[in-house]
C-alpha cells in the first residue's frame, strides 16, 4: 500500500513518514501543490494525506485536478483550519474523510485504515487457500498463523494478491514497493519473490513467473 503524503510543515513530513512506514506503508512526500499534481499523475498511490494550506497551490486545487483522474485514490484532508467551510468545502471536493491538526497518530493510523477498508469494502478480507488476508488490518495468515514477512515481502504480496490470476509487471510492483527516494530495481523484485516462494510455497500458493511480462499469484485448483 503507497501513500502520498502531502504537507509543507518539514516537522510533521518525518513524523508521518516514520509513522507510515513502520505500520508497514510505503511513503512518499511532497512540500508544496504542484509538486503534488506532478506525484499524483503517477497512479501507483493507493491513498493520499493531504494539507489544505500549502505552498504554490492549495490543497483545494490539489484535490480539483486529482478528481479529474482515474481512479481516483481516496484523499484524508489535514488542515490546521477547523472552520466548516473549509470542510464542507474540502468535501464537496471529494475528500472522503478530515482531521484537524494537531492530531493524534494512533487515531489519524485508525482513520488510514477504515479509509482503506471503505476502498476495499467488497472484500475486507481476501482468502486464497489457507492464505488469509484482511486489507484494513494489514494482517497475513496461512493455515492460520501470522505470516512473517518483511514490509518489502508483505507488499509484494499485498500487490499480487489483489490481482491474483492476473499477470502483474515487474514495473508495477517497483511502483507499489518503492517511494521515490529509494532505488529498487527489477532484480530486487526476483530477490524478494524468492524469499516469498519459500514462505508460501509450501502451503500450495504458487508464484509463477511470466516470462517478460511479470508474475501471477495463481489461484488454487488453476
Ligand atoms: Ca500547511
Redesign the pocket.
Known sequence: MRILVV???AVLVDVLQHALRRAGYVVDACRDGVAADAALADPAYDLVIL?????RRD?FEVLRALRQRKPVPPVLV???RDALADRVRGLDLGADDYMVKPFDLPELEARIRALVRRTHAAAPEIALGPLRFDLAARRMTLEGSDLDLSQREYALLEALLLRAGQVVGKDQLVDKLCSRDEAVGTNAIEVYIHRLRKKIEPAGIRIKTVRGMGYLLEKPGE
Open positions: 504537507e509543507d510543515d494539507d489544505l494550506g500549502l505552498p490543497g489535514l488542515t490546521a
